[in-house]
Nanobody, 122 residues
């Protein structure tokens, strides 16, 4: 069982930055790949970024070059550094943990956090 708690969301102007954190419970954090997904009002949940067990990363085209995912296994935490934010980045951001599978698919992930709101004003 893994419990995930996100933090770091907020209101920021376009062009600004935020860093999201996701703290995980349990002693097996390093065995999970971690992902970030987002869901805007009236839209489907979409993949943002993922980092696997050995630190390989993969990003959605919409955030490539602007967002950076990282993890600190000693702190059981995964981060999402978001730079050059755009109004279209406004959404609730969720972190998730997966034991295996296609890490770009939400259905792969076994555990989810409640989410943190990110609002980017123009």
């Amino acid at each position: 069982q893994v419990q995930l708690v996100e933090s770091g969301g907020g209101l920021v102007q376009a062009g600004g930055s935020l860093r999201l954190s996701c703290a995980a419970s349990g002693r097996t954090f390093s065995r999970y790949a971690m992902g970030w997904f987002r869901q805007a009002p009236g839209k489907e949940r979409e993949f943002v970024a993922t980092i696997n067990w050995i630190g390989d990363t993969y990003y959605a085209d919409a955030v490539q070059g602007r967002f950076t995912i990282s993890r600190d296994n000693a702190k059981n935490t995964v981060y999402l550094q978001m730079n050059s934010l755009k109004p279209e980045d406004t959404a609730v951001y969720h972190c998730a943990a997966a034991a295996r599978g296609d890490l770009a698919l939400g259905s792969t992930y076994n555990y989810w956090g409640q989410g943190t709101q990110v609002t980017v004003s123009s």
